[in-house]
């Protein structure tokens, strides 16, 4: 292999292994399915009910995303529907999100993709404009549509919906529920089929009261359009009293860490079978993403070890070693690299822990158990510090993030 080609591979290395990318578009096809199949379970709820509401939920990294493309892929293939994504986080603050920037946010993107595929249809060319012109601002006459001021010649800019705060909006929901009830009904007339928004970056919404807030009205206002919805939510909004919020949802997918090893608490052979299977998924995972085998078989395997299961992490951890090996002059990235990689991984999970924090570590890594008592410690979860698997008997178990293992002796003995 030429320098020149080398670089090259590299670099498309890199690419595939972005674990911040979505398998939409030309990704899909690095799509691996999960053993317990829960892309296949959420597309068959929404196959069977396309108007309905799902909440998928999961520690940051888990594959929700990756998950919920995947069950839309299953809709629009197997039942006549049409699913579309988007990612609410790139396209509005949500700092200043609200129920109206989310719905047009979404109703937006899917109007673009069907006058994409329709450009010379006047009704779906009508809707799309409509709701660019709410989510982006228009200019208009002054006092347009006020009796005392039609005959006003001035022009005034309107805001659109992603640039501030609700309150001063000229737009209202009403307005947005039935440019949706006319997008499903163009979705209909030239696809045959429903409409699934699927919405993705409302997990970083983390006060439970802001998201429910957002969420209720934008599942009301989306049954009554008779569109389906699938929402990215909070890890919290799974758990305790949180939980209450999610009841408009009619089911909860809770997206775990990959349980890639038999624990010694439920040692039994249905554990260890069914850590085979997450091994083998999780080595699929890297062998389509790495098709030029710039991942040693040993660097691989100390990945999918070191990870915790984490899907996000394990990718990240390849691609650094993968530019580690190029920074060292590498063939391919081994052991050595995967070590440099998981040692800046897990030193970018300790940053901010407090000693209080560190002690409830220590304690998990040594006993398995975590009963979390603050939202604080509670916290120690979405963010992967401490990892939740269930065991076969359907019973929770906890492990401190295998990166952050090898430094709790030295983060003890600087408090």
């Not at 860490?257 to 249905?270: G, T």
């Not at 554990?271 to 083998?280: E, F, H, N, P, W």
């Not at 699929?284 to 098709?291: E, H």
């Not at 395997?301 to 299961?309: K, M, S």
Request: proline fraction near 6%; hydrophobic fraction near 45%; glycine fraction near 8%.
């Amino acid at each position: 292999m030429s320098d020149d080609d080398r670089l090259l591979a590299f670099r498309a290395a890199l690419q595939r292994l972005d674990p911040m990318r979505p398998l939409v578009g030309p990704e899909r096809d690095l799509y691996v399915e999960r053993p317990e199949g829960l892309s296949t379970r959420l597309g068959r709820h929404l196959q069977i009910d396309p108007t309905g509401a799902h909440l998928v939920v999961g520690p940051i990294g888990c594959g929700k995303t990756t998950e919920m493309v995947a069950a839309g892929r299953i809709v629009t293939k197997t039942a006549g529907c049409t699913a579309s994504y988007v990612d609410i986080s790139s396209r509005q603050d949500l700092e200043a999100a609200d129920e109206l920037s989310v719905l047009v946010v979404a109703a937006e993107s899917a109007a673009s993709v069907l006058h994409a595929a329709y450009p010379t249809d006047p009704k779906v060319k009508d809707t799309r404009d409509a709701l660019l012109r709410m989510a982006h601002g228009y200019f208009a006459r002054y006092g347009e549509g006020d009796e005392p001021f039609e005959d006003s010649h001035e022009m005034v800019w309107r805001a659109g919906v992603v640039r501030g705060p609700a309150s001063s909006l000229p737009q209202n929901l009403a307005d947005c529920a039935r440019l949706l009830v006319n997008l499903r009904k163009d979705v209909a007339r030239l696809q045959g089929g429903q409409l699934v928004l699927l919405l993705d970056g409302l997990d970083r919404i983390h006060d439970p009261g802001r998201f429910d807030g957002i969420a209720e009205p934008v599942v009301r206002i989306l049954r009554h359009a008779q569109i389906g919805v699938v929402i990215v939510g909070p890890w919290r909004m799974s758990t305790g009293i949180d939980r209450v919020g999610a009841a408009i949802f009619d089911e909860i997918y809770e997206v775990a860490p990959v349980q890639a090893r038999s624990l010694a608490s439920d040692f039994n052979l249905q554990s260890l079978a069914a850590a085979r299977l997450q091994v083998t998924f999780l080595m699929t995972i890297l062998a389509r993403r790495d098709p030029d085998n710039l991942l040693a078989a040993r660097a691989r395997a100390a990945i999918v070890e070191t990870c915790g299961g984490v899907l996000r992490d394990m990718l990240q951890l390849a691609k650094t070693a993968v530019q580690e090996a190029w920074a060292r002059g590498c063939d391919v990235a081994g052991p050595e690299e995967v070590a440099i990689a998981a040692d800046r991984m897990g030193r970018s999970l300790a940053i901010g822990l407090t000693t209080d924090e560190i002690q409830l570590l220590a304690r998990v890594a040594d006993t398995g158990e975590f009963v979390p008592t603050s939202d604080t410690q509670r916290a120690l979860i979405p963010t992967t510090r401490i990892l939740e698997y269930r065991l076969p008997s359907g019973l929770p178990t906890y492990r401190v993030h295998p990166t952050l293992l090898p430094l709790l002796a030295a983060l003890k003995g600087g408090q």
